[in-house]
Nanobody
């Protein structure tokens, strides 16, 4: 069973920065779609950023310009660096990987941005 481990969440002040990490227990990053999702309290889960094996990167408009998604295939790791954090960024953040017809979700890491 592949497991995804997330870290980097916590309580930060508005305008601050954080770096979220996702590490897989297995070598599944080749030919994979990888992304970060978030779910604010009481709202639906939404895609924040994604990266493909070809290197194509997507950011949702609300984080574009202040976020960087990256990966390290050798380490089976994916990262999301964010700065200029806003209270609207408060949510549970989830690592998602789809590879070879299988989907994997992390347990989530909580990010709280205070004003």
């Amino acid at each position: 069973q592949v497991q995804l481990a997330e870290s980097g969440g916590g309580l930060v002040q508005a305008g601050g920065s954080l770096r979220l990490s996702c590490t897989a227990s297995g070598s599944i990053f080749d030919n994979a779609y990888m992304g970060w999702y978030r779910q604010p309290p009481g709202k639906q889960r939404e895609l924040v950023a994604s990266i493909t094996t070809a290197g194509t990167i997507y950011y949702t408009d609300s984080v574009k310009g202040r976020s960087t998604i990256s990966r390290d295939t050798a380490k089976n790791a994916m990262y999301l660096q964010m700065h200029s954090l806003k209270p609207e960024d408060t949510a549970d953040y989830y690592c998602y990987i789809q590879a070879y017809g299988r989907s994997y979700w992390g347990q989530g890491t909580q990010v709280t941005v205070s004003s």
